[in-house]
Nanobody, 119 residues
Framework: EVQLVESGGGLVQAGGSLRLSCAAS????????IHWFRQAPGKEREGVSC????????YYSDSVKGRFSISKDNAKNTVYLQMNSLKPEDTAVYYC????????????WGQGTQVTVSS
């Protein structure tokens, strides 16, 4: 059974930083990708960043390029999303997802974690 466990959300002031973690279990190989999405009220769901576990290829949405950084620790089966220079518009529920690749509708989802950025 695939399971994704998130941590690291919270409240931060504009310009601050947070690091989200996604611990993955239940995969039988490294042939999968971890893809962070976010959902804010009144906005469409947005893919934020993705990383392929086997080779570490990374992808970022235009809205977070230069501010967010995704990384992985294979020994811990954990993916991190370092979020710097946070803006109020980054406020959303952030979801860790997994699938074979960086899909728009991933197969597996975590529970979500709230990120709130105050002005």
């Amino acid at each position: 059974e695939v399971q994704l466990v998130e941590s690291g959300g919270g409240l931060v002031q504009a310009g601050g930083s947070l690091r989200l973690s996604c611990a993955a279990s239940g995969f039988t190989s490294e042939d999968y990708a971890i893809h962070w999405f976010r959902q804010a009220p009144g906005k469409e769901r947005e893919g934020v960043s993705c990383i392929t576990v086997r080779d570490g290829s990374t992808y970022y949405s235009d809205s977070v390029k230069g501010r967010f950084s995704i990384s992985k620790d294979n020994a811990k089966n954990t993916v991190y999303l370092q979020m710097n220079s946070l803006k109020p518009e980054d406020t959303a529920v952030y979801y860790c997802t997994a699938d074979r690749s960086c899909e728009p509708f991933p197969k597996y989802w975590g529970q979500g974690t709230q990120v709130t950025v105050s002005s």
